[in-house]
């Protein structure tokens, strides 16, 4: 089994920053294939960054060059760097594995 926890939603103004933060735990062999994915209300759940099997990072174009995804492998953690967060980034985030586990989410709320 796999479990996910994130942490470091909240509110922010317009041009402020977050750093979500989750943590992997049971069968997570490693960070590479973990992600962070969007859901606003009345949306579907989208993605936001990803670090793919090979450790590529992939980037939605709405969040490229203001977010940025890392990850510590020694501590199965993945974390969203977001900068210039703007009230359309408003949303539940999800942490991903594998495009299967999930986590609870954590809200991301910007102000205008």
């Known amino acids: 089994q796999v479990q996910l926890v994130e942490s470091g939603g909240g509110l922010v103004q317009t041009g402020g920053s977050l750093r979500l933060s989750c943590v992997g735990s049971?069968?997570?062999?490693?960070?590479?294939?973990m992600g962070w994915y969007r859901q606003a209300p009345g949306k579907q759940r989208d993605l936001v960054a990803r670090?793919?099997?090979?450790?590529?990072?992939t980037y939605a174009d709405s969040v490229r060059g203001r977010f940025t995804i890392s990850s510590d492998n020694a501590k199965n953690t993945v974390y969203l760097q977001m900068e210039s967060l703007q009230p359309e980034d408003t949303a539940i985030y999800y942490c991903?594995?594998?495009?299967?586990?999930w986590g609870q989410g954590t809200q991301v709320t910007v102000s205008s």
């Open positions: 991903n594995y594998l495009s299967t586990y």
């Open positions: 670090i793919g099997n090979s450790g590529r990072k």
């Open positions: 049971g069968r997570i062999f490693s960070t590479n294939g």
